[in-house]
């Protein structure tokens, strides 16, 4: 499948009728896969609409569990403005794993290596090299595609395990801790450690960074020649090359700006949630930026109100497993619903996309 079959729902009607129809056929398709859920909840024996509630209360039920659930949304947002930037583009880029992975690395070594340096300068240092790496890991991908003529897919896909074994191999080699009993690196100075937006909350500074991220990949679409470049290419390559759009230029920019968010996401993690580099953390990330991206009709402002339903989805599973002894990947079933639903309702429509 290619991005453009991917995108081609999104589009058609999304001009004509205005911001409204997406943002409707979310909300259905949200309480559809909640109402597909309810009943297999009921089917197990439990009130539905109890576990719901226990749901709400652990996402929303006092400012910490806020700030938990917007820290989770932080890394999904950042990676699902990338994916929707990519798929515009007519790039189908599912390496968001492998990207946040070796950002989040990047960022480890400069923590570990600069221990007794100010926060204002270790900290950007830090953002800056996971960036960097996360940027350098999709442009890998990219050259690959370009020079080989192996698709993105399988590239993306495969320096997913790459990424997440490089870590691996770092945290079982000069970054591991000693005598630790998982694989994880010594914690960070506190110097490197993100500030805090709300005093007795764990909510770090990301989110800002996240939402700056969100606004920028707006105005980068729709609003400068590079963003109708991409565009062009998605709706047609065709008319791209003959208006004198360079593909391989523009293939490996938005794969650079994509990695470059991912890389940022990993290193927000480790620096704001984990304090250390720690096996496995990007785990999920990546391809849940993915339907994240697809569920927010893959435009940066679209992907905010998604990744924050995913954020607040995830933190009130384990409170409403507590409550209610409903298992917690119940919330990815919701998740998958949901999608479905999405595309399936905006499949229907019939009228041309907007380029």
Request: hydrophobic share 60%; glycine share 14%; charged share 10%.
């Amino acid at each position: 499948m290619t991005a453009r079959a991917l995108m081609a729902p999104f589009g058609r009607g999304a001009a004509a009728a205005g911001p409204l129809l997406p943002l409707g056929l979310a909300v259905a398709g949200v309480a559809g896969a909640f109402a597909v859920a309810a009943l297999l909840v009921l089917s197990s024996g439990k009130n539905p609409l109890v576990a719901y509630w226990s749901l709400a209360a652990g996402a929303l039920g006092s400012w910490d569990r806020v700030a938990i659930g917007l820290n989770k949304a932080t890394p999904l947002l950042l990676t699902a403005v990338g994916v929707a930037l990519c798929f515009r583009a007519n790039v189908v880029n599912i390496g968001g794993e492998g990207q946040i992975a070796v950002g989040g690395l990047a960022a480890t070594w400069v923590a570990l290596a600069f221990p007794k340096t100010p926060a204002p300068v270790v900290i950007p240092l830090a953002i800056v090299a996971g960036a960097v790496a996360g940027a350098g890991w999709a442009g890998l991908a990219a050259v690959v595609r370009l020079t080989r003529g192996v698709h993105e897919v399988i590239v993306t896909l495969l320096l997913n395990f790459v990424g997440v074994l490089l870590v691996g191999e770092a945290l079982h080699g000069s970054l591991g801790e000693s005598g630790a009993g998982f694989p994880q690196s010594p914690l960070f100075p506190p110097e490197t450690w993100l500030p805090r937006l709300l005093p007795g909350t764990d909510l770090h500074v990301g989110i800002l960074v996240a939402l700056a991220a969100v606004a920028a990949g707006h105005l980068l679409l729709w609003r400068t020649p590079f963003g109708f470049r991409l565009r062009l290419l998605g709706a047609s390559p065709s008319a791209a090359t003959y208006a004198g759009v360079s593909l391989p230029r523009s293939f490996v920019s938005v794969m650079a700006i994509a990695g470059a968010l991912a890389g940022l996401a990993g290193a927000l993690e480790v620096l704001g949630v984990h304090y250390r580099l720690i096996e496995g953390f990007s785990h999920g990330f990546g391809f849940n930026a993915v339907a994240v991206a697809l569920l927010g009709a893959l435009t940066p402002l679209g992907v905010l109100p998604a990744a924050l339903f995913f954020g607040f989805l995830e933190t009130g599973a384990q409170a409403m497993q507590r409550a209610m002894a409903v298992p917690s990947p119940l919330v990815g079933v919701i998740q998958g619903l949901t999608l479905v639903f999405v595309l399936c309702a905006m499949a229907l429509g019939g009228r041309r996309r907007r380029v």
